[in-house]
């Protein structure tokens, strides 16, 4: 998978975080694939029901104690 995007949100205000996201899927675009990697769990409880909403797949993983969300428009 070739991610073209990638946004580091660890160490930021979960607020921040959440309205980053939030800018994402409205804007919705996605033109590859955004790779998203946060600190916060809430976000991967959040990303997902929004991602399904705009109709771009998601791939949540975890490595060095950190969340890699890749979101890839269908």
């Not at 949100?9 to 990697?37: C, H, P, R």
Request: proline letters at 3%; a positive charge.
């Amino acid at each position: 998978m070739n991610i073209m995007n990638k946004i580091n949100l660890v160490g930021k205000a979960v607020k921040e975080q959440l309205l980053t996201v939030e800018k994402i899927l409205e804007d919705n675009n996605i033109e590859n694939s955004l790779e998203i990697i946060t600190d916060e769990e809430i976000l991967i409880k959040y990303i997902p029901p929004k991602a399904i909403e705009k109709k771009i797949k998601i791939k949540i993983k975890s490595l060095n104690n950190n969340w890699h969300i890749i979101l890839n428009k269908e």
